[in-house]
């Protein structure tokens, strides 16, 4: 059972470049999320998507784009890598319903030197 | 809107000890309620979940009760292990207010010594 699948797992980049993270989920899920974990932060949530073709900002969007072109796949995009953007991320879906747990992918470590 | 307010890390306990950790919410709805756990170099996964008022959510040995009357969701187990090293977030979901999104405590770091 794949579950949720991250892409790359490691990266590290030069300021100014632009990268694209993969999140692939195997369980039929309509919502997706992306998240950066920072030390003493707790979660923040970039962006999300409630279903296939849509995208919304969550509390830390300025920075990255999405895109959810298909149902399975939610691809966050960095255009203009920054130090400050040095962070895991997880990427997390769920099914609609509120009484249902978001599922993680094992994060994806990102430096930007 | 929704927040959730956990118990202050680390906390750093003897094997055996018992466990609790702090979470009270608010949410204008009707909120389910989770516990996710992260081991070292993971992702979050589900702890234990309950749904409504009164229900006692349980897995591995630990508990967690929905008190709507104090708006508490407080983790416990009576006995820890080294291998419950971790952090623990708890987390509330209520799709009628937050539009498909959950809201999550700050996390609180375990850490259980032999």
Redesign the interface.
């Given at each position: 059972n794949a579950g949720?699948t991250q892409t790359p797992k490691f990266r590290v980049l030069k300021t100014g470049q632009s990268m694209t993270l993969l999140c692939a989920q195997d369980m039929n899920h309509e919502?997706m999320?992306w998240y950066r974990q920072d030390p003493?932060?707790?979660?923040r949530?970039i962006h999300?998507s409630?279903g296939e073709g849509t995208t919304?900002k969550?509390e830390v969007p300025d920075g990255y784009n999405v895109s959810r072109l298909k149902k399975q796949n939610f691809l966050l995009g960095l255009e203009s890598a920054a130090p400050s953007q040095t962070s895991v991320y997880?990427c997390?879906s769920?099914y609609?319903?509120?009484?249902q747990?978001?599922?993680?992918?094992?994060?994806t470590r990102l430096s930007i030197l | 809107g929704d927040s959730v307010t956990q118990m202050e890390g680390p906390v750093t306990l003897s094997e055996e000890a018992f466990l609790t950790i702090n979470c009270t919410y608010t949410a204008t709805g009707y909120p389910s309620l989770f516990w996710y756990v992260q081991y070292p170099g993971e992702g979050l996964q589900l702890l234990l979940k309950a749904t409504k008022a009164d229900d006692k959510g349980s897995n591995k040995g630990f508990e967690a009760t929905y008190r709507k009357e104090t708006t508490s969701f407080h983790l416990e187990k009576g006995s820890v292990q080294v291998s419950d090293s971790a952090v623990y977030f708890c987390a509330l979901s209520d799709r009628r207010t937050n539009a498909g999104k959950s809201t999550f405590g700050d996390g609180t770091t375990l850490t259980v010594k032999p």
């Amino acid at each position: 059972n794949a579950g949720v699948t991250q892409t790359p797992k490691f990266r590290v980049l030069k300021t100014g470049q632009s990268m694209t993270l993969l999140c692939a989920q195997d369980m039929n899920h309509e919502y997706m999320y992306w998240y950066r974990q920072d030390p003493g932060m707790g979660l923040r949530l970039i962006h999300y998507s409630v279903g296939e073709g849509t995208t919304a900002k969550g509390e830390v969007p300025d920075g990255y784009n999405v895109s959810r072109l298909k149902k399975q796949n939610f691809l966050l995009g960095l255009e203009s890598a920054a130090p400050s953007q040095t962070s895991v991320y997880f990427c997390a879906s769920s099914y609609y319903q509120a009484d249902q747990p978001q599922h993680f992918g094992d994060g994806t470590r990102l430096s930007i030197l | 809107g929704d927040s959730v307010t956990q118990m202050e890390g680390p906390v750093t306990l003897s094997e055996e000890a018992f466990l609790t950790i702090n979470c009270t919410y608010t949410a204008t709805g009707y909120p389910s309620l989770f516990w996710y756990v992260q081991y070292p170099g993971e992702g979050l996964q589900l702890l234990l979940k309950a749904t409504k008022a009164d229900d006692k959510g349980s897995n591995k040995g630990f508990e967690a009760t929905y008190r709507k009357e104090t708006t508490s969701f407080h983790l416990e187990k009576g006995s820890v292990q080294v291998s419950d090293s971790a952090v623990y977030f708890c987390a509330l979901s209520d799709r009628r207010t937050n539009a498909g999104k959950s809201t999550f405590g700050d996390g609180t770091t375990l850490t259980v010594k032999p």
